[in-house]
């Protein structure tokens, strides 16, 4: 069964910072075109946080998350990571990491055709 796992969620101070893995499992990451995170906030719709290509490992952000954010792929462990750092209270959200089989728009959550179960995300003031 290909499954995505996410963990390393929690509730942190404002100015800390987290790192999120997604693990891959029944099939290898690195097979997979895109890879990404995504979030949802209560009463909000989900939205793009950070994708990253198979092809040459291209990164992509939110324009409003660039600079405290970053992903990376780590291919031995089949885990892909969200490093987050100068955490705000408003990124607070449940946070998804999503694979997709083929290329599209790294940005559109209906391009990915696997999806993890969410990790929840609470950063207080």
């Known amino acids: 069964q290909v499954q995505l796992v996410e963990s390393g969620g929690g509730l942190v101070q404002a100015g800390d910072s987290l790192r999120l893995s997604c693990a891959a499992s029944g099939r290898t990451f690195s097979t997979y075109a895109m890879a990404a995170w995504f979030r949802q906030a209560p009463g909000k719709e989900r939205e793009f946080v950070a994708g990253?290509?198979?092809?040459?490992?291209?990164?992509y952000f939110a324009d409003s998350l660039k600079g405290r954010f970053t992903i990376s792929r780590d291919n031995t462990k089949n885990t892909v990571y969200l490093q987050m750092n100068s955490l705000k209270p408003e990124d607070t959200a449940v946070y998804y990491c999503?694979?997709?089989?083929?290329?599209?728009?790294?940005?559109?959550?209906?391009?990915?055709?696997?999806w993890g179960q969410g990790t929840q995300v609470t950063v207080s003031s």
């Open positions: 990253i290509r198979r092809s040459a490992g291209s990164t």
């Open positions: 999503a694979a997709a089989s083929v290329g599209g728009l790294i940005g559109r959550g209906s391009d990915y055709d696997l």
